[in-house]
């Protein structure tokens, strides 16, 4: 693959792409799904091939067990995966939007519209469910993309690709949109070719998406680990607080929106760990507790060090720890979270307030498990991952993470001029009741 | 100045000022306004001297004489000063504004809640209505900021600086919210400081800028140089596209949103040369042409060469170009354009909107001057700058561009394992007309 002679074709597609109707992209979804089902055994066969892969590779400890779930398509998970692109398709169309109208002066309106991106790299881990979920949001959004996907989902990834190039193409989209990298020498080949991207989104561990932002002058929206928590007030329902630290813990434990730090209050923390403790081993997690966890559950916990507090497991891992008051809680959260997900467990709405109000992180619940805290369960259809930056777009990002917009402004031959000097004319700032069209009325 | 030290009060200040009351923020703002005016004589003393520091350099050919004019604080320049703080200030509160609320579930109710993005450094030209503008911004929007101007204007900034920061720290701001550098070394120091700096913002040219994000790993939005175009086209109304074309190139030369280059359809390039040339003349404007250009008035033009297309002059310069067709001059403009502003003038509102949708610039213009592509002539008060990247801000960039959101979901004690299995309970997915207010009702 010459990777910059494909940058070129996505940036020429994106051009097209940009100025192509809604109807047109959301064929393009339509052709995706159909074809997908189509071709469910093949794409299966080669998720098969990956998955007895990936297994050879726990057994020889190379891979923990747990990752392996993310990679296996099969059983309600491929259906969940078309259900997703239709899910795309039917989103309202995020371009040619206008996000506001304003007068500026009479005869003078300003308008912002939302347009696409551009060229977009995305570096995502080994969940091929993943590669389509991202491929759909960027053609409704009308931007290219070039994706690169873990080596463990390289067959299945492969095989997804090409089922969707050879779809899109039949629906008469324009070739080129979508590309599919192979190897770490073509990342870091596409980290250099600023002149074709306008945006690149890693997805990973903290050091990898650190790696990428050190090696790369392209915009960069780090999709980075989630160290999440979940808060047990004094004030908390306790059989509110056993289900949502088991939900928000091992429901999923691969996946950054999974919970890796208990905290709670000490007034109710002999109450809430006697049960919460014996639910926890039963499914399988193994505790790290601070002092005053250990002394409370004899035995249940092995000492917590300070690496705890700044570790993604992705397994069935949990530390606990002990706090003094919600104040302790916000602090020890916006000290060591990843910023990602952090939920509170109280019936003491003034203190939910003061925990959602304080937490600085890019989702934060009251009641509920962080496991929420993703694209498809927000409403957006689907999600390209869920950021940790707090640029253009944070927490689950769909749709609208993939557009911008542009300023039209419509006169009637004004200068700036006759606004200045001696008889200077009036500005109006009206906000206006109206959207964009141009004139043959195709939409941006 | 111990720059590490200062980040980490900005920091500080920035946890404050996210929690305070719109009335505080206000009251601040009102502060500046009436500060700036008691201490008029001494802040335009201070700018004397400056004034004076440059005359000297451009008379020793160290600095181009419409660069001078940025610096001049004098005659209505420091009414409107005051006037773009009250603007702000008079802008409805940026923070705890409900951007979108969902009913995900039953009795689980997600809202997205605008907040600020943190602490950011701005680097910009020599400008010192620019300082002021830019802390007042910020302060709007709870951001705190680290300052560095152009040193022609150091005198004027550090009086401005202290009258901000003085005036606010009476009105109970929290100390530190904004800080004042001097040196270019403090910039190269400040550039590492990842952790306590979530934005930076480069004012100026494209090297500039391109020195920034390659000497940092903190995300940038780039204001860099505006190569901005006035495209004549062959269905033009004459008049307008002469005065459009003069208060382009002329109105304020020394700014980013001149125009540069003119565009010329070549049916009406006879026409309106014969017009444009002595007009341009008379304003002191020197014309660099292409060979049809050339042989169309003759004696007018220099030769224009290919790095003419890519120049951004900020000076009495116009390169001119006669093209075949509207897509000609939309090819052009995407191809040297630096994507900022750029104008068609034409009475076929077709052609309008081909350009309108085909140049991918910031802000696109029908029929009125590149000069109005500002953040206070768009109606957003003042102007952090105009940003030429395509990442969360595009164009005059407002109040929005300093602030980003976080999401909260409140539940009832809700967990993700209900909704998966063998009897999921719904998703409902319901836009609610709502927004998130916290207990104590004092916002965000």
Chains 1, 2 share one sequence.
Not at 240 to 259: E, G
Not at 274 to 281: D, I, S
Request: a negative charge; hydrophobic letters at 45%; glycine letters at 8%.
């Amino acid at each position: 693959m010459d990777l910059r002679a494909s940058a070129g074709d996505a940036r020429r597609a994106a051009r097209r792409l940009a100025l192509s109707p809604a109807t047109q992209r959301n064929a393009g979804l339509e052709a995706i799904a159909l074809a997908l089902e189509a071709r469910r055994a093949e794409i299966l066969k080669a998720n098969q091939q990956d998955l007895e892969t990936a297994g050879g590779m726990v057994a020889r400890g190379e891979l923990p067990q747990p990752l392996v779930k993310r990679l296996d398509l099969g059983g309600s998970k491929f259906a969940g995966v078309v259900e997703m692109v239709r899910s795309v398709r039917a989103q309202a169309d995020p371009l040619g939007r206008t996000l506001a109208a304003t007068e500026l002066a009479q005869g003078l309106r300003l308008f912002r519209v939302s347009v696409p991106i551009g060229v977009i790299g995305v570096i995502f881990e080994s969940r091929p469910d993943a590669l389509v979920q991202i491929a759909s949001l960027c053609l409704k959004a009308g931007d290219a993309v070039l994706l690169k996907g873990g080596r463990e989902a390289a067959r299945t990834n492969q095989v997804l690709f090409e089922v969707i190039a050879r779809a899109t193409e039949e629906a008469g989209l324009p070739q080129g949109w979508v590309w599919l990298m192979e190897t770490r020498e073509e990342v870091r080949e596409l980290l250099a070719l600023d002149e074709y991207l306008d945006l690149i989104v890693p997805r990973g561990s903290n050091e990898f998406v650190r790696y990428i932002m050190e090696h790369t002058h392209i915009p960069v929206t780090g999709h980075a680990e989630g160290i999440c928590h979940v808060y047990v007030d004094r004030a908390a329902d306790l059989d509110k607080a056993l289900r949502i630290s088991v939900d928000s813990k091992t429901q999923y434990a691969a996946v950054c929106n999974a919970a890796e730090t208990l905290l709670v209050h000490r007034e109710i923390a002999p109450a809430f760990l006697a049960r919460a403790v014996p639910a926890l081993k039963e499914k399988g997690v193994a505790l790290r507790g601070d002092a005053r966890a250990l002394a409370l559950v004899e035995g249940a916990f092995e000492p917590a060090t300070e690496e705890d507090w700044r570790t993604e497991y992705l397994d069935y891992i949990l530390s606990v720890r002990v706090v003094d008051s919600l104040e302790a809680a916000v602090e020890h959260i916006n000290h060591y979270s990843s910023h990602h997900t952090d939920t509170i467990v109280t019936e003491d709405a003034q203190a939910a307030s003061r925990f959602l109000r304080g937490v600085d992180s890019a989702s934060v619940i009251h009641n509920a498990s962080t496991r929420f805290a993703d694209g498809f369960r927000y409403g957006l259809g689907a999600e390209v991952g869920i950021s940790t930056g707090r640029l253009h777009s944070r927490g689950p990002v769909g749709l609208e993470g993939l557009v911008i917009y542009k300023y039209i402004l419509e006169g009637e031959g004004h200068t700036v001029d006759d606004f200045e000097g001696a008889h200077p004319r009036p500005y109006t700032h009206r906000p206006l009741d109206l959207t964009w069209q141009p004139e043959d009325g195709r939409g941006i």
